[in-house]
T-cell receptor, first 111, second 114 residues
């Protein structure tokens, strides 16, 4: 079964707007990662947040983590056409070697 | 795609035939993974390897077997392909397999079982 569930499943916004997508998970974690997948390609790592962190930034990306609600959000600011992709969260089951991926949010940036 | 290749990139096969997918890495990473990606399910782990000849099952391992005879190669075999195994298959690698570690993905193999 999926550990993470992304919300919304699909999101379309105008270029320049901010995009927010959410991930909810079921069990305790040590780390949560976000990945991007462009159409027809493999996944690419974006950012990692640890369970003792509440917020993390990387360029135009901002990730938050609320372990009490078992949820994370990914904010992409000032979106660009190149941000069009699917975004996945991935959680570890408390530090083991296997990541469990969510079902993804498909983001479309309208020029 | 960080020194990871998958072959073939596309394959069409018939139900009941065996199929082998290959993942090759040039990064000398210890851990290698096979995932399948299906609409509505995201990525699901099939098998993974933590060293030469060391493998373990993932979430959806039934109907699949793997082998790793060299650090750089990880093979996924569908012993007798079924239509439910139509999917996109991704190989991934990581250095130590810890949950805090980035996984690097190959470009994927599209498999159609008729």
């Amino acid at each position: 079964s999926q550990q993470g569930e992304e919300d919304p499943q699909a999101l379309s916004i105008q270029e320049g707007e901010n995009a927010t997508m959410n991930c909810s998970y079921k069990t305790s974690i040590n780390n949560l990662q976000w990945y991007r997948q462009n159409s027809g390609r493999g996944l690419v790592h974006l950012i990692l947040i640890r369970s003792n962190e509440r917020e993390k930034h990387s360029g135009r990306l901002r990730v938050t983590l609320d372990t009490s609600k078992k949820s994370s959000s990914l904010l992409i600011t000032a979106s660009r056409a190149a941000d069009t992709a699917s975004y996945f969260c991935a959680t570890d089951g408390g530090g083991n070697e296997k990541l469990t991926f969510g079902t993804g949010t498909r983001l479309t940036i309208i020029p | 795609d960080a020194g990871i290749t998958q072959s073939p990139r596309h394959k069409v096969t018939e139900t009941g035939t065996p199929v082998t997918l290959r993942c090759h890495q040039t990064e000398n990473h210890r851990y290698m993974y096979w995932y399948r990606q299906d609409p509505g399910h995201g990525l699901r782990l099939i098998h993974y390897s933590y060293g030469v000849k060391d493998t373990d099952k993932g979430e959806v391992s039934d109907g699949y077997s793997v082998s790793r005879s060299k650090t750089e190669d990880f093979l996924l075999t569908l012993e007798s392909a079924t239509s439910s195994q139509t999917s996109v298959y991704f190989c991934a690698i990581s250095e130590s397999g810890q949950g805090a570690e980035t996984q690097y993905f190959g470009p994927g193999t599209r498999l159609l079982v008729l």
